[in-house]
């Protein structure tokens, strides 16, 4: 898996942050980032048109107040948010015919629903691996005349906006990303998470709000299942703690022990 504008990035960071003493630094923030893109992932399977997009949106605030935990940046939720939906909205706007096509085909019959859904998982890994990088760069650049505790909502903004403004990189990034997504894909490798869950068949009969819940694991989607069989696999450890749940009327993945 080439990871070389990740892994790059996350060291760049790491660097400025001058953390020698944490030489595992750049892998926990290339891990957050790659965390979150599974997870989105699985909000390309909202079978809701729009509601995949929301999803996305929120998991990319949601990565960089992890990545903001991890250097002890000083910065809250709503800081998070306003950036993330500049982010992602600027970096989308290239592929926002193939986004828009992608959620709106959730409307057709089965296979309008999935083949959208192939697409827009492709789409939304390769958008929220881009945003890591471009707020890792951007952090990075402000480091350099500034101390971490000293920087502003303006500071990021505008270092963000000036990255952004190198269409041609961050149409690289974007492209290494999809391929990555599709190799992966194809080879079928699955992380340990993954493999060692076995969830079992989706429940057919199920029907109605609220009744069923679809399961994400390693950026695979899986159900519907019932509630009450889900639960179950979580308390005997056949679910993962770091896995997460949609069920219908909801706008976004949330972690299954909120289940």
């Not at 965390?35 to 929120?58: Q, S, W």
């Not at 403004?165 to 894909?185: F, L, P």
Request: glycine content about 6%; proline content about 3%; hydrophobic content about 45%.
């Amino acid at each position: 898996m080439d990871e070389g504008h990740l892994l790059r990035s996350a060291a760049e960071l790491a660097r400025e942050l001058d953390k020698v003493v944490d030489d595992h630094l750049p892998q926990k923030l290339a891990g957050v980032v790659k965390l979150h893109a599974k997870v989105a992932v699985g909000a390309a399977f909202i079978p809701i048109p729009g509601a995949d997009i929301a999803a996305a949106v929120a998991n990319t605030w949601t990565m960089y107040v992890r990545i903001n935990k991890e250097i002890d940046l000083p910065f809250g939720e709503n800081i998070a948010k306003s950036l993330a939906t500049g982010v992602i909205t600027n970096i989308a706007s290239n592929a926002a015919a193939l986004i828009v096509l992608a959620s709106a085909a959730k409307l057709l019959p089965v296979l309008g629903t999935l083949g959208g859904a192939a697409v827009m998982a492709t789409t939304i890994y390769a958008l929220t691996i881009a945003a890591g990088i471009v707020y890792m760069k951007a952090l990075a650049t402000i480091l350099r005349t500034k101390h971490i505790q000293t920087i502003t909502e303006a500071d990021l903004k505008r270092a963000t906006d000036d990255i952004l403004k190198d269409k041609a990189s961050i149409r690289d990034i974007v492209s290494e990303a999809r391929e990555t997504y599709k190799t992966s894909k194809n080879s079928d490798v699955k992380d340990t998470a993954a493999t060692s869950v076995d969830v079992g068949q989706p429940d057919q009969s199920l029907g109605g709000s609220g009744e069923h819940v679809f399961v994400a694991v390693s950026g695979e989607t899986h159900g519907p299942y019932s509630v009450s069989q889900v639960r179950m696999w979580l308390k005997s450890g056949r679910l993962k703690h770091d896995c997460h749940y949609w069920t219908q009327g909801m706008t976004d993945w949330r972690p299954i022990l909120f289940l």
